[in-house]
Structures are given as C-alpha cells and as structure tokens.
C-alpha cells in the first residue's frame, strides 16, 4: 500500500497536524510520498525517499491576495500542476492534509473515492449556501475527514456525510525544574488567530477586572499584533514568538486562556491539546463549539460567555490551580486513537 500526502496550502502552522500524518503511517509501515511547498517539505524534514513534488514558491505568492478571482485561480493552479506531475493510480489513497473548498470543487480530477480531504478551516462558513453545497458536494465525491467526534456528528446531521479520523494531541517534553513564581500567577492566552476582538477589548478596558488581577497578583499574557497594553498586570505579545519561547511560557503558565471568536465552531483547537497534554487548567468560551469539552465535567476546564463571568472566573483562580487528571480526554486524542481511525478510513 503506498500513500499520497498533499499539503495543498503549506501553511506553517501545519507542521504539527503533518508530523501526526507522518508519524502515523510510519508506525503502521505503510509507504507514503509527500507534496507540499519547499518551506513546509523543510520544517518537517520529510526524507528524500519521500518527496515526490515540491510545489513552487511562486505559486503561494498570490494565495492570499485580496482578490478572490486571483487567489483561487493560483490555489486551482497548485492542484492542476500536482495533477500533471504525479499518476494517480500509483496510490491506494490520496489525503489532502490541508484544502481549500472553491478550487478543491472544480478540481475534478481529485474527485474519487480513495482521495481523503481533511477538514480544518473548511466548515468556518459552512451556514452560508454556497459552502454548504460546495461541501456536501465534495462529501459525495471524496471522503471528507473530521477530527472530532462533535464536528463528526454536527455534519452527519447536516447530511453531509464524513468519517472520523481524530486529531492527536502533541507530545511536548517537559522538565521538572521549570522555573515558576510561585507568588504570581501566570494565564497565558498562546493563540494569536481567531480571537475574539471584542473580549480582548473588554479585558483592556475593564477597571475592575484589572483590580482583580492586581489583588490576586495574575499575570495575563495576550497575544495580538494591533492592541497594546501599558497596564503591569496586562502584557500583550506582539510579536513573532519562537517555538523555544512559546513553549516555555506553556509551560510556566498556571492557566491557560482561550478567547476564540464566536465563529470557532466546526474546528479543533491544536492549543487547546497541547494544554491537555500539559495538565494546564483551561478558561475557554461557552459561545462557541470549544464549551464541548466542558462536557468532560473537569475542574480545570472552566467556560465563560462574557467579561463579567470571566471576572468572577478571576476571582475564584485559586479553585484552578489543583493539579488535573486528563487521562480519559489524552486517551480520546491520542496518536493511537488516530493510527486505528486512519486504518479504519482506508482498509
């Protein structure tokens, strides 16, 4: 059996979820070859053995341009050109680790049922028709992939037909002798996409929130490129963070902070795993699909719905610094958890 991986974007925030991938067939000795940009094939250092194709860098120079007719004509260019250089009957499978919905649905020549396409951001407009349709048309062609069992269950009720493949936390190496302070509290928000603008306007702007964090003695650290901060108990990261320096502040934080927008639905959240793998107790929204894993009945996973909830979560920070047993959600997403489902999807 020999499997294409596609990593038709070539995001670097991939890098993770393609590691998985990776790690996944090589656990279960099934051949793959790998098509993604240069960047990408590098970070992960993907063997020689294993590159078939490296798309041009000049293709991804127009994929963000403002223009949609222009942007979807470079993303449909990237398929035709993977298209013309590889032969498709040379895999048992083809997964696309990463696509994007218009060009994917005029690329007929990846409609067949041994092509997986992994859903990521695809689902974030899926209320509006036109992605609707475009994704329960691709479900009849291909099999689309979720990676979760909410976001699993969430399209079968929309008759749009998926199979679970579930995304696995990272394992992230930790050292006993962190260094804390044990007097301060650290809330670390690591994400620095999809928030939700008008809650972190709120926090900055919210006197009595700011005199909690005083009194309790919290460090609140944002990350966001626009908004700044001159508050001592408020410090906003505006800047590229190195995966050495994110990590170490993941690590040393007491708690960590989740303000997603309210469109954060039909998504996983990689960060909100790696604060699973870590034991971190979590503050996350109500408003928005991340309040499922409140369902779990965990006491360091608390939720909030507004900046006067979160003040009283504040208040209370001390009921989240307990150490947590997150066994039976490590269990759900673990890397085993994925090499079965993937069996399961291609056998």
Known sequence: MKILLIDQLSPVGHINYDEFWVKALQDLNIEFEFIASNKLINELKIEQK???LIIPKNYYEK???NNFFIREFYLLKILFYIKNNIDIKDYENIVFLSFENFSMFFAYFFHKKNVLLILHNNLRRINQKIIY?????LSKKV???SLDFNINKNLNKMGIKNELIIHPQKEIKQKDNIEKNKKQILIFSPSVSSLSKKILSEILQNKKLHLIL???NIKLILRDKKMK????NIIILDGFLSKEDYLNILKKADVIFLPYKEDFNNRISGVLLEAIYLNKSLIIP???DLKNFLEFNKKGIVG???IEELQNIFLRIENLLDKNDYKEIKDIYSLNRMKKNILGVIQ
């Open 304 to 306: 909030f719905n507004n």
């Open 214 to 216: 005083q009194n309790k």
């Open 50 to 52: 294993n590159i078939k």
């Open 63 to 65: 994929i963000n341009n």
């Open 143 to 145: 099999k689309l992939i």
């Open 286 to 288: 109500k408003y928005n």
């Open 229 to 232: 901060s001159s508050l001592e």
């Open 133 to 137: 349709h475009i994704i329960k048309y």
